[in-house]
């Protein structure tokens, strides 16, 4: 059976390997639910854009809001990757993890000053506006520290990248970006303040894309903007064409990153545009088929139809100890994530509704799963590298996972399973008598 995603994830027999590594043993090992991730299909991934890249002007920026654990950006930092940033939270990982300030680019609707002067300070390598009142805001605090803030506008090219609508990010009503329309008086307004430095200009259509046309019609119309903006006498540096490559979760066949890539910059050369620089921002495409969340089966319970007498629910549950709160994809965005036995066993397959513990219907990792299950087996929930452990919560009060990094033979615990005392350690009781 041909699984999803990486081909560093294998079935060997009735073992489910990921480098090589037995995942049921490493669930056993270090608990679950337990997020592990393989370094090599995350490095693999970054090759793969940058070899199409090789010889052009680029920076490939990691958005990391998919996946921001300091070891999975050491990772990226040490592969000379920059990084894509959305907070001053972000961005103090990004320095914590070893990474480069002038290798940053800040992206994000809701910027604060205090946010600004954290990025101005570090150095960041451009701030992508998304607003003329933001432009307004970076000019004075820049002006304030003495600085010029180097500026792209992130344009909204109200193109339909075909994706989910909470992903979809590139339409003219999305809260996205500044409206093509008004995208030249912004760049003029944006050149008349002292405190900013234009150097460029970005777009981000959207997430879990599988198609190129929707990228080529951006960039198109990005270009036509450049065009316009240079006609007026403002100077940009490089395109910034954001992120969004899908991954395979089931059947979908996303372009591969290379062929985006060498389609990008056909149609940057075919319009005279081949020596600009060109920044890339993927988060999805570089971690998600890289990792893997693993959760033990803690009960069965077959639906009413499988006693006799019958009358409720026909619905089989098969309830794991990984919920909601560790893997928000699913309950959100409806999203298929496949499940798959860390060893398959003999019991009888049948079609089961994998569900966690947490006081909700909607917690749910994945619906009508045909499965054979124990009580006590592991399951693997699959490409869950990008936005799993990211967007996990503490709902319920439940500590988040731990997570591995396997990297060929080694095993590091790159994240300690929280503690659930860590959870309220910040939370004050009343005082005594109120
Ligand atoms: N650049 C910008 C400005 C973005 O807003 C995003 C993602 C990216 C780059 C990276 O996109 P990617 O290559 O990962 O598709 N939580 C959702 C995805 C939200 C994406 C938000 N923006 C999910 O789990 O599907």
């Not at 669930?27 to 970054?46: E, F, K, N």
């Not at 979908?252 to 060498?262: I, K, M, W």
Request: aromatic share 6%; glycine share 10%; proline share 5%.
């Amino acid at each position: 059976m041909t699984l999803p995603g990486t081909p560093f994830l294998a079935r060997d027999g009735a073992v489910l390997r990921l480098e090589g590594h037995a995942l049921a043993d490493l669930a056993r090992r270090h608990g679950t639910p337990l997020y592990v991730y393989s370094r090599r299909a995350m490095l693999a991934a970054l090759e793969t854009y940058q070899r199409a890249l090789r010889g052009r002007p680029h920076l490939v920026c990691y958005a990391m809001k998919a996946n921001s654990s300091l070891a999975v950006l050491q990772t990226f930092a040490q592969a000379g990757c920059g990084f894509d940033i959305v907070s001053g939270g972000e961005l103090a990982r990004v320095l914590a993890a070893g990474g480069d300030a002038a290798r940053v680019v800040f992206s994000g609707v809701g910027k604060t000053r205090t946010e600004m002067r954290q990025a101005l300070h570090a150095g960041v390598r451009c701030f992508n506006v998304e607003s003329v009142a933001e432009l307004d805001h970076l000019n004075e605090e820049a002006l304030a520290l003495g600085r010029r803030a180097p500026v792209s506008l992130r344009v909204n090219p109200d193109v339909d990248a075909g994706t989910h609508p909470y992903i979809s990010t590139g339409l003219k009503d999305n809260k996205f970006g500044i409206a093509h329309g008004q995208a030249l008086a912004a760049y003029r307004h944006a050149a008349s303040l002292p405190g900013l430095q234009v150097v460029g200009i970005a777009c981000h259509i959207g997430s879990q894309i599988t198609q190129l046309e929707p990228y080529l019609d951006a960039l198109d119309r990005v270009l036509d903007l450049v065009e316009a903006v240079q006609a007026a006498g403002i100077a940009i540096h490089h395109v910034d064409i954001g992120g969004g490559l899908g991954i395979t979760y089931t059947d979908e066949q996303p372009p591969r990153a290379d062929e985006l890539v060498a389609r990008l910059l056909q149609r940057l050369d075919a319009r005279g545009h081949g020596q600009r620089e060109l920044l890339l921002e993927p988060g999805r495409s570089l971690v998600g088929n890289a990792g893997v969340l693993l959760t033990e089966v803690l009960y069965l319970k077959p639906g009413a139809d499988e006693h006799a007498g019958g009358g409720g629910s026909g619905k089989n549950f098969c309830i794991v100890d990984a919920a909601m709160n560790d893997l928000m994809r699913p309950a959100m965005y409806d999203a298929w994530m496949a499940i798959e036995p860390c060893v398959q066993g003999d019991a009888p397959a049948r079609r089961w509704d994998v569900v966690g513990p947490v006081c909700e219907s909607g917690d749910w990792l994945g619906r009508d799963r045909q499965l054979a299950v124990a009580p006590g087996d592991i399951l693997a929930v699959l490409s869950a590298g990008a936005y799993g452990m990211a967007m996990a919560s503490n709902y319920n009060t439940r500590p988040r996972a731990a997570e591995l990094m396997l990297d060929g033979e080694q095993v590091h615990l790159i994240r300690e399973r929280e503690d659930v005392a860590s959870l309220f350690a910040a939370e004050r009781l009343l005082p005594t008598g109120s």
